[in-house]
C-alpha cells in the first residue's frame, strides 16, 4: 500500500463521521481522486455545517491539489 493509501485505510477508522470525512479530503485530493475529495467535503458540511475547517478544504483544495 502507498502512504496515501495507508493514510485513507487509518482516516476510516475515526469513530467521528464529520472529523472522518474531513480528513479523506485531504487524503483523495492528495491521490488525485478528486470525484471522492468532493463528495467527502460536502458530506463533512452536512455533517457539521460549523466547520470552517471542512469548508476550507472544499473551497482551497483544488488550489492546493493542482499539479
Known amino acids: 500500500l502507498s502512504d496515501f493509501e495507508r493514510a485513507l485505510y487509518w482516516a476510516n477508522q475515526v469513530t467521528v463521521?464529520?472529523?472522518?470525512?474531513?480528513t479523506k479530503v485531504r487524503i483523495l485530493g492528495s491521490m488525485a481522486r478528486w470525484e471522492d475529495a468532493l463528495q467527502a467535503g460536502q458530506t463533512a458540511i452536512r455533517l457539521n455545517p460549523n466547520d470552517p475547517i471542512a469548508h476550507a478544504d472544499l473551497g482551497w483544495g483544488p488550489f492546493?491539489?493542482?499539479v
Open 17 to 22: 463521521e464529520a472529523v472522518r470525512e474531513r
Open 64 to 66: 492546493y491539489y493542482q
